[in-house]
């Protein structure tokens, strides 16, 4: 039993290069807020709901009303204008809400706040900030943040200058700015393409994660995962000529005393899945850069942690591997001891996610946790269930999966919950092992790969687990087309609930 982080057995010199790059980095958030007495220059921003809201802008710009008749605004249109002022600057913005429908719930994603995401992006550059109430100033600060973020890094040029806004009075700008900056760092990690951003960068970004928050970590590479029963992640990694490795990163919240809650967080990075012998056609192979996500979003989430200086006992666990194909690639049909002694069969390779996570989270269950969370782009079977914009989300205990669901809806980081339908255990079965990685059916596909990952908690009461697609397919209020650490949110909720 490994006591506290993993010994580094092994490090790769380019590590230093990237963590001083990182380490050094401008905060994200600094671009896109504005703290202090400028909002008296800010353009306002309106968001109309109601003929009173109308009204309210009005009484401010007196020549809005015309012009916004001219161009066709209508009440619950969902229509933005930018109105001039008589120099034919702007005045003011103007949102339309759209109308909540009548006998349904309300969706969670339709949220006023969420609206200012979609400005970050849209408006001209200049100062802004957000005229009248807001139910939720935090929740709106983090949606302009989300919604202004842009993936530069191949980019020539410099950046074009960016819509700014005069962060809310009433907001917590120090919540914001975590949520914002952690955010940005999973995102920048999946949008990242593969050739720089393979296992040893990974490495590197947790290693500069940690100096920055002042954080153990260690890791176990290549060959030395045998000495330590991490079978599963070395068989996975081992066909290619970037090695695999357990990252292993503790901290401890400011205020954290011994009985502080101890949050894991485990990330499936598989920085690269070519399928394996079971090789992926090339349709299916196009976006496997994200296929590292799970790995994005737990380190999303601890940075939003150790941002916010959350007294918990923090340890996330990432493990990566590239799923690559030479004479050394596991083959169909292999069986392979794991670190929680199970012995697996291999129904597929390109079932290698939940392989290493399972080694991974036998680790994290020696120490049984107060909180284990894994994420991992797991199954297509979890987005024919849900599509891309809702993660399944898998745990025992009824009020911990209602309390997570709740978070995620609050911070407009939703998950729909689905069973661990214990009968469908049956379909792992193998004649030869323990169990087998893939179920022998073509069904339930999110919910056999649940299962399989519970195989390897057996003391963790409470345990969750997110199969996450990790990409936005479309621009969206909180964000362009890309890289998404979905589910990092609302954990961070759920732990900052957990210390209240």
Same mark, same amino acid.
């Given at each position: 039993?490994?006591?506290?982080?993993?010994?580094?057995?092994? &490090?790769?010199?380019?590590?230093?290069?990237? #963590?001083?790059?990182?380490?050094?980095?401008?905060?994200?958030?600094?671009?896109?807020?504005?703290?202090?007495?400028?909002?008296?220059?800010?353009?306002?921003?309106?968001?109309?709901?109601?003929?009173?809201?109308?009204?309210?802008?009005?009484?401010?710009?007196?020549?809005?009303?015309?012009?916004?008749?001219?161009?066709?605004?209508? !009440?619950?249109?969902?229509?933005?204008?930018?109105?001039?002022?008589?120099?034919?600057?702007?005045?003011?913005?103007?949102?339309?809400?759209?109308?909540?429908?009548?006998?349904?719930?309300?969706?969670?994603?339709?949220?006023?706040?969420? /609206?200012?995401?979609?400005?970050?992006?849209?408006?001209?550059?200049?100062?802004?900030?957000?005229?009248?109430?807001?139910?939720?100033?935090?929740?709106?600060?983090?949606?302009?943040?989300?919604?202004?973020?842009?993936?530069?890094?191949?980019?020539?040029?410099?950046p074009e200058p960016v819509a700014m806004?005069?962060?809310?009075?009433?907001?917590?700008?120090?919540?914001?700015?975590?949520?914002?900056?952690?955010?940005?760092?999973?995102?920048?990690?999946?949008?990242?393409?593969?050739?720089?951003?393979?296992?040893?960068?990974?490495?590197?970004?947790?290693?500069?994660?940690?100096?920055?928050?002042?954080?153990?970590?260690?890791?176990?590479?290549?060959?030395?995962?045998? /000495?330590?029963?991490?079978?599963?992640?070395?068989?996975?990694?081992?066909?290619?000529?970037?090695?695999?490795?357990?990252?292993?990163?503790?901290?401890?919240?400011?205020?954290?005393?011994?009985?502080?809650?101890?949050?894991?967080?485990?990330?499936?990075?598989?920085?690269?899945?070519?399928?394996?012998?079971?090789?992926?056609?090339?349709?299916?192979?196009?976006?496997?850069?994200?296929?590292?996500?799970?790995?994005?979003?737990?380190?999303?989430?601890?940075?939003?942690?150790?941002?916010?200086?959350?007294?918990?006992?923090? &340890?996330?666990?990432?493990?990566?591997? #590239?799923?690559?194909?030479?004479?050394?690639?596991?083959?169909?049909?292999?069986?392979?001891?794991?670190?929680?002694?199970?012995t697996v069969e291999i129904g597929n390779?390109?079932?290698?996610?939940?392989?290493?996570?399972?080694?991974?989270?036998?680790?994290?269950?020696?120490?049984?946790?107060?909180?284990?969370?894994?994420?991992?782009?797991?199954?297509?079977?979890?987005?024919?269930?849900?599509?891309?914009?809702?993660?399944?989300?898998?745990?025992?205990?009824?009020? !911990?999966?209602?309390?997570?669901?709740?978070?995620?809806? &609050?911070?407009?980081?939703?998950?729909?919950?689905?069973?661990?339908?214990?009968?469908? #255990?049956?379909?792992?079965?193998?004649?030869?092992?323990?169990?087998?990685?893939?179920?022998?059916?073509?069904?339930?596909?999110?919910?056999?790969?649940?299962?399989?990952?519970?195989?390897?908690?057996?003391?963790?009461?409470?345990?969750?687990?997110?199969?996450?697609?990790?990409?936005?397919?479309?621009?969206?209020?909180?964000?362009?087309?890309?890289?998404?650490? /979905?589910?990092?949110?609302?954990?961070?909720?759920?732990?900052?609930?957990?210390?209240?």
């Amino acid at each position: 039993m490994l006591a506290g982080p993993i010994r580094s057995l092994s &490090r790769d010199t380019k590590f230093m290069a990237t #963590e001083t790059k990182h380490s050094s980095a401008k905060a994200p958030s600094s671009g896109l807020f504005v703290d202090g007495p400028a909002g008296g220059t800010a353009v306002p921003i309106h968001l109309v709901g109601s003929a009173g809201d109308l009204d309210s802008v009005a009484a401010a710009v007196p020549s809005a009303k015309v012009w916004l008749e001219a161009n066709g605004f209508r !009440l619950g249109s969902r229509k933005v204008v930018l109105v001039p002022d008589a120099t034919g600057r702007p005045a003011c913005v103007v949102v339309g809400l759209q109308k909540p429908a009548a006998g349904r719930p309300p969706d969670p994603m339709a949220r006023p706040e969420l /609206q200012l995401g979609t400005l970050a992006a849209s408006l001209p550059p200049g100062l802004y900030k957000a005229a009248g109430r807001l139910e939720d100033p935090t929740l709106a600060a983090v949606a302009w943040g989300l919604g202004g973020y842009r993936f530069r890094r191949y980019k020539s040029g410099d950046p074009e200058p960016v819509a700014m806004l005069v962060m809310p009075p009433d907001a917590d700008a120090t919540r914001v700015r975590s949520i914002v900056d952690g955010t940005t760092l999973g995102r920048d990690l999946v949008n990242t393409p593969s050739n720089d951003m393979g296992p040893a960068e990974i490495e590197a970004t947790v290693r500069a994660l940690a100096e920055k928050f002042d954080a153990a970590v260690s890791s176990i590479v290549g060959d030395d995962l045998l /000495q330590h029963d991490l079978r599963l992640i070395h068989a996975v990694g081992r066909a290619s000529p970037r090695p695999p490795r357990l990252i292993d990163l503790v901290w401890t919240g400011p205020g954290a005393g011994p009985k502080a809650p101890r949050v894991t967080l485990v990330g499936k990075g598989i920085a690269f899945d070519t399928g394996g012998l079971d090789l992926k056609p090339a349709s299916g192979m196009l976006l496997m850069k994200k296929d590292m996500g799970g790995a994005a979003a737990a380190i999303a989430c601890a940075h939003m942690i150790m941002s916010a200086g959350l007294p918990v006992r923090l &340890r996330v666990l990432i493990a990566s591997a #590239e799923n690559a194909v030479s004479g050394d690639s596991f083959r169909p049909l292999d069986v392979i001891r794991s670190r929680a002694g199970l012995t697996v069969e291999i129904g597929n390779t390109d079932a290698e996610g939940r392989l290493v996570l399972a080694d991974a989270l036998a680790i994290a269950d020696e120490e049984k946790p107060d909180l284990l969370v894994t994420y991992a782009t797991l199954t297509g079977a979890a987005r024919v269930a849900l599509g891309p914009e809702l993660p399944p989300l898998f745990a025992d205990d009824d009020d !911990l999966a209602a309390r997570f669901a709740a978070c995620g809806d &609050r911070t407009a980081d939703p998950v729909w919950r689905l069973p661990f339908w214990t009968s469908y #255990e049956a379909g792992l079965e193998s004649a030869v092992a323990d169990i087998s990685n893939v179920s022998d059916g073509p069904f339930a596909g999110s919910i056999t790969a649940a299962l399989f990952l519970r195989k390897f908690v057996k003391t963790t009461p409470r345990y969750i687990h997110l199969d996450i697609y990790g990409w936005r397919p479309a621009p969206k209020p909180l964000g362009p087309k890309g890289g998404e650490v /979905q589910g990092a949110r609302a954990t961070f909720e759920l732990v900052s609930d957990m210390v209240r």
